[in-house]
């Protein structure tokens, strides 16, 4: 059985991608809420998540990406993980995406970082 923090959304939705559960509409309304607060407001818009998470439109019609958004929150169509990601750290979940051994070099030689 799942468990729910306080604030509304399940841990599983909280997890690196291959154990991750999708969240809920009300769990993505209430990360909507949480990450809005973080910024003063009282909870950010479609139009300001899909500029957040990259579901904006690029010239094929305004709007599309608060479509997109709605469709999130409406259960019609399933929140992608990476989008999901930046509003929770956004939210104050922190970066969900990381798993503790990606965090820490288990040898200490520093290693672990790839150069790019």
Not at 48 to 63: K, M, R
């Amino acid at each position: 059985m799942s468990q729910q923090n306080k604030i509304g959304v399940r841990s599983e939705t909280l997890r690196p991608f291959p154990e991750w559960e999708p969240p809920s509409p009300d769990e993505i309304r209430q990360v909507f809420v949480l990450a809005g607060e973080r910024r003063g407001l009282k909870k950010l818009t479609g139009a300001q998540v899909a500029d957040l998470v990259g579901a904006s439109s690029t010239g094929a019609g305004v709007g599309k990406g608060s479509r997109t958004v709605r469709k999130w929150v409406g259960g019609e169509s399933r929140i992608p993980y990476g989008a999901w990601a930046i509003l929770c750290h956004e939210a104050g979940f922190g970066l969900i995406w990381r798993s503790e051994g990606l965090e820490k070099d288990p040898s200490g030689s520093g290693s672990g970082n790839p150069e790019i």
